[in-house]
């Protein structure tokens, strides 16, 4: 924990909003071991409430209280095209919505695939995205998380990694120490407005762009396009779009419903009139708002939270 403080104090410096909301920072990596580096003297840059260079990945921790706290976890992937992070709105605003729910929450300050510092760009993000949840799942005991209800998010590009992070069965995060034997894969997955296809007319250019690079051959857009990667074994999911979305296609997101309902994932599925691209957490329009309402009421019935704790 002491250099959980010592990297926080440096993250305090860098950027006092994020203090202001955040608990705590923990790094993924071994200060030493951080792999897919080219270790560059570069410096994490943040600015108007956007992250453009991550340079220590790490997690933005908010826990509920022991009393409220109802077992389960979520790491939280902020969108941003791939280009940057909107770590308030797709991500400390989120938190805190968790953990009303008794849920402890963790935002993913994960590597953008435009970093000079990463060596292959398109497994930078995927490669954080399974480190926090193998590091989460590896301190559950201690912060009262159940190993099996650590479930991830995510918000319009950050939907494409938590879908990678619930499909992709490759290994891209093992670094030879201890967490290498602990489970990668999320229990249940949480997709609002998502870029999903990387593959098709339904792509969403910018993010295949800032993920894949220009000039992306077509195997390797269809190896990141999560539609074409579920299996039996995929996670439970919910899903919530807008059939306005005019920057992400919802065809993203029906393409990923029909995959789960193929391969008899259980799947909520949510398109609502009106809503716009990375539906917000608070003031959406008409019957949009209800949405965290509904996704609450799904992990009550899937057996992530109970819907009461029991009287201590």
């Given at each position: 924990?002491?250099?959980?403080?010592?990297?926080?104090?440096?993250?305090?410096?860098?950027?006092?909003?994020?203090?202001?909301?955040?608990?705590?920072?923990?790094?993924?990596?071994?200060?030493?071991?951080?792999?897919n580096?080219?270790?560059?003297?570069?410096?994490?840059?943040?600015a108007?409430?956007?992250?453009?260079?991550?340079?220590?990945?790490?997690?933005?921790?908010?826990?509920?209280?022991?009393?409220?706290?109802?077992?389960?976890?979520?790491?939280?992937?902020?969108?941003?095209?791939?280009?940057?992070?909107?770590?308030?709105?797709?991500?400390?605003?989120?938190?805190?919505?968790?953990?009303?729910?008794?849920?402890?929450?963790?935002?993913?300050?994960?590597?953008?695939?435009?970093?000079?510092?990463?060596?292959?760009?398109?497994?930078?993000?995927?490669?954080?995205?399974q480190?926090?949840?193998?590091?989460?799942?590896?301190?559950?005991v201690?912060?009262?998380?159940?190993?099996?209800?650590?479930?991830?998010?995510?918000?319009?590009s950050?939907?494409?990694?938590?879908?990678?992070?619930?499909?992709?069965?490759?290994?891209?995060?093992?670094?030879?120490?201890?967490?290498?034997?602990?489970?990668?894969?999320?229990?249940?997955?949480?997709?609002?407005?998502?870029?999903?296809?990387?593959?098709?007319?339904?792509a969403?250019?910018?993010?295949?762009?800032?993920?894949?690079g220009?000039?992306?051959?077509?195997?390797?857009?269809?190896r990141?396009?999560?539609?074409?990667?579920?299996?039996?074994?995929?996670?439970?999911?919910f899903?919530?779009?807008?059939?306005?979305?005019?920057?992400?296609?919802?065809?993203?997101?029906?393409?990923?419903?029909?995959?789960?309902?193929?391969?008899?994932?259980?799947?909520?599925?949510?398109?609502?009139?009106?809503?716009?691209?990375?539906?917000?957490?608070?003031?959406?329009?008409?019957?949009?708002?209800?949405?965290?309402?509904?996704?609450?009421?799904?992990?009550?019935?899937?057996?992530?939270i109970?819907?009461?704790?029991?009287?201590?």
């Amino acid at each position: 924990m002491a250099n959980s403080f010592k990297y926080s104090f440096i993250i305090i410096l860098m950027c006092c909003s994020l203090a202001a909301y955040a608990q705590d920072f923990i790094p993924i990596w071994p200060k030493d071991n951080i792999p897919n580096s080219r270790h560059l003297k570069l410096k994490d840059s943040i600015a108007n409430d956007r992250v453009f260079r991550v340079m220590l990945p790490g997690m933005y921790a908010f826990f509920p209280g022991k009393q409220e706290n109802k077992g389960a976890a979520v790491v939280i992937c902020p969108g941003g095209g791939y280009e940057h992070l909107a770590y308030v709105i797709s991500g400390l605003q989120l938190a805190k919505w968790f953990n009303t729910m008794g849920i402890s929450a963790f935002v993913l300050n994960y590597r953008l695939p435009n970093s000079a510092d990463l060596k292959q760009r398109e497994t930078g993000p995927l490669m954080d995205a399974q480190r926090a949840i193998r590091y989460i799942r590896a301190n559950a005991v201690n912060w009262g998380i159940n190993t099996d209800k650590i479930g991830i998010m995510g918000s319009s590009s950050g939907g494409h990694l938590a879908a990678s992070a619930g499909t992709i069965g490759d290994d891209v995060s093992a670094i030879g120490d201890s967490l290498d034997k602990v489970s990668f894969k999320p229990n249940f997955m949480i997709l609002v407005s998502p870029v999903i296809d990387l593959s098709t007319s339904y792509a969403h250019a910018g993010s295949v762009k800032s993920l894949l690079g220009p000039g992306a051959s077509d195997e390797l857009k269809k190896r990141f396009s999560p539609q074409l990667l579920v299996t039996p074994a995929t996670p439970p999911c919910f899903i919530v779009d807008a059939v306005n979305d005019k920057t992400v296609n919802p065809m993203n997101s029906l393409l990923f419903y029909q995959a789960l309902l193929q391969n008899k994932i259980p799947v909520s599925f949510h398109a609502f009139p009106q809503g716009g691209h990375a539906i917000a957490l608070r003031n959406n329009p008409g019957s949009t708002e209800l949405w965290t309402q509904l996704c609450e009421m799904w992990m009550v019935e899937t057996g992530i939270i109970p819907e009461k704790l029991n009287a201590k």
